[in-house]
């Protein structure tokens, strides 16, 4: 059973990034072949992420941790393709599947005969794929390469329209406050690194005796890791105060800003914090910058 569930994650891994691939291949004025690759891929990919749901839940939905191919390893470290799927990831993985069918559906017919069609396919599968990679990540370094390449593709969507100055000026400014998030990251890794004296995987801060000891005595440690995650959070999900993004975000065609800013990307910073929240759940002022963060926001946003 365990070969059967890496099978099918690897799948959810290799389909997006597959249909990319042949979108690429397909010359730039077939634009209902590039539709048709594009919806298939992403119909298949809702699919196949139902039946392994449905499959994984009556098994007895344990969490799977897929561990795959070593790339580095020195003392006290490793760096390992890793994937980890439990309750959150498949909420995650069926509506970014969900959402994402509706938009290239959309897609085909709001963009027929604009210029770069082709290239806004492909930079929808693109952000596809590395959306998928993001939610199955098993580790830190496994997440920061998706998020990276999520926040490379809102980058070149934004500045679709790239024979217009205020679009590639916006794209320019978003790009640069997800490179505070993307420091965010790397701060709480290197912490970690040096909390856990060794890889951190997902599947271990679910075992919470074993967090627990490690932690112990560490606070000052905790906090800085919860900040570091924090901010990565707030940046990428345009809480305060780097809510300004968003507005300019929406430069890029009307299918992309649905995709990206309405729906998706915006929770991947909720999804940062659902992840490491065993690191930080045992942090109060953690817990209650978090709230302070979102109130924040909202009354903020309820203002403008």
């Not at 990034?17 to 077939?30: E, H, I």
């Not at 199955?136 to 679709?160: K, P, Q, R």
């Not at 912490?191 to 932690?215: C, G, K, N, P």
Request: charge should be neutral; glycine fraction near 6%.
């Amino acid at each position: 059973m365990p070969e059967f569930f890496t099978g099918w994650i690897i799948a959810l891994v290799v389909l997006p990034f597959a249909g990319m691939l042949m979108t690429a291949l397909q010359p730039a004025k077939r634009e209902a072949a590039i539709a048709r690759l594009g919806f298939l891929t992403v119909s298949g990919q809702l699919i196949l992420v139902i039946f392994f749901s449905l499959i994984w839940l009556f098994s007895g939905a344990r969490d799977i941790h897929v561990r795959g191919l070593t790339i580095l390893r020195v003392e006290g470290y490793e760096f390992q393709i890793d994937y980890f799927f439990d309750r959150l990831t498949a909420v995650f993985l069926f509506t970014g599947s969900f959402v994402t069918f509706l938009v290239v559906r959309y897609s085909r017919y709001y963009l027929h005969l604009e210029d770069g069609f082709r290239r806004f396919f492909l930079t929808v599968l693109l952000f596809f794929f590395a959306f998928n990679f993001t939610v199955l990540a098993g580790n830190f370094e496994m997440l920061f390469a998706g998020w990276e390449v999520l926040g490379l593709s809102s980058f070149l969507l934004i500045a679709f329209y790239r024979e217009r100055y205020l679009p590639v000026r916006n794209a320019v400014k978003v790009f640069s406050i997800y490179r505070i998030g993307d420091v965010g990251i790397l701060l709480a890794m290197w912490a970690s690194h040096h909390l856990f004296d060794t890889s951190v995987s997902f599947a271990m801060l679910q075992e919470e005796q074993q967090v627990l000891r490690v932690i112990s005595g560490h606070q000052d440690t905790l906090i800085f890791i919860s900040c570091c995650l924090l901010i990565a959070a707030a940046a990428k999900s345009a809480q305060f105060p780097f809510s300004s993004w968003l507005p300019r975000a929406m430069e890029g065609p009307t299918p992309s800003s649905a995709i990206f800013y309405g729906s998706l990307s915006v929770h991947l910073g909720v999804f940062l914090l659902l992840r490491t929240f065993p690191l930080w759940q045992h942090v109060v002022l953690a817990r209650l910058l978090v709230g302070l963060v979102g109130g924040s926001t909202a009354l903020i946003a309820f203002s403008i």
